[in-house]
């Protein structure tokens, strides 16, 4: 005997799913072009097809029901299958479209901004969306189609791929080392200020590369922004810790007791079922192309131009 389940539409199933990732049936409203009731109506008929609340409305916004997430699991596996299916029968070497590529903002700033310009004359019919992030972005939601990370994600249906290394160190102004004297060793910083990041608002242990040089600084500047922490160092308001990267911008700064020195792995990310799209694996070997021919430079094997 039939039953409601057999009546599902997946065309309710893509609106639930745009639903969850807008977090409003309002701004799902908006992105499909269609009204506030109709979005409502749609959902409410999935949701008797399911036999079950799917969300929970709360002041915060939507929230999943138990029901409501085996439903966006069940839902993402088909959309992965069609989008799977949709590359299989057209032509697997166009390389078009659209790629949305996340990852901190340092890397993304310092490091690929300028790079992808050459990705961009390679394949001039492929749009890369370049996406920074202070946290785990997550590829399994389709928050992105890859993941640029300082550390290898968890999740289920991730392809995730060590690519390559990178060094961090203590920079300072040539202003800043004349008025308080260079350290000779790592004893002297106990006499020195440094530039860090806002202990409380630290999103992702892997940028904790000061505590892990100096153990108890003295904090005279802090942000949550890399990229200030740049500047307020490069002003002279103390010693920072960055990527090795990061010396690409030249803002004066100065290696300081370069025997101090962190590492980090660069790992890159993406979803199982979208992985071996044309237009994705073009961006990954992209990507890791860069990486693999920076990487002696990252480590500091070879010193950075000025």
Same mark, same amino acid.
């Given at each position: ?11 309710? *199933? +893509? ?7 807008? +977090? ?7 992105? *499909? ?20 609340? /799917? ?13 409501? /997430? ?14 799977? /299916? ?65 550390? +290898? ?7 995730? !791929? ?11 102004? !040539? ?13 002297? *910083? ?66 300081? *007791?370069?025997? /101090? ?46």
């Amino acid at each position: 005997m039939a039953t409601a389940i057999d009546h599902l539409d997946w065309d309710d *199933l +893509k609106l639930f799913l745009i639903v969850v990732r807008c +977090k409003s049936v309002t701004g799902a409203a908006r992105e *499909l072009k269609v009204s506030h009731s109709t979005v409502s109506r749609r959902l409410a008929r999935l949701e008797y097809t399911v036999g079950g609340a /799917l969300v929970e409305r709360t002041k915060d916004g939507l929230l999943l029901t138990p029901a409501g /997430l085996v439903t966006m699991r069940r839902a993402e596996e088909i959309e992965n299958g069609v989008n799977a /299916l949709r590359s299989d029968v057209s032509n697997r070497d166009e390389i078009r479209g659209t790629v949305r590529l996340a990852t901190m903002e340092g890397i993304a700033t310092l490091y690929l901004s300028e790079r992808l310009v050459e990705l961009s004359s390679r394949h001039p019919d492929l749009d890369l969306e370049l996406v920074t992030s202070p946290q785990t972005v997550r590829v399994a939601r389709r928050e992105a189609d890859l993941f640029l990370s300082f550390f +290898k994600p968890h999740g289920t249906s991730l392809d995730s !791929q060590l690519i390559g290394r990178f060094k961090t160190g203590l920079f300072a102004s !040539q202003a800043y080392l004349e008025r308080n004297g260079v350290p000779s060793q790592a004893a002297d *910083l106990s006499e020195h200020r440094f530039v860090g990041y806002i202990e409380e608002l630290i999103q992702l242990e892997s940028v904790l590369w000061l505590e892990e040089l100096v153990p108890t600084p003295k904090i005279a500047f802090s942000s949550n922004s890399m990229m200030s922490q740049m500047f307020a160092a490069s002003a002279g308001a103390g010693i920072v810790a960055l990527p090795e990267f990061a010396r690409s911008l030249n803002l004066g700064l100065v290696p300081v *007791l370069d025997e /101090l020195s962190g590492e980090r792995e660069i790992w890159m990310s993406a979803h199982q079922d979208l992985a071996y799209l044309p237009r994705v694996r073009a961006v990954k070997q992209f990507v890791k192309e860069l990486v693999r021919r920076d990487e002696q430079r990252l480590l500091r094997n070879s010193p950075w131009s000025s």
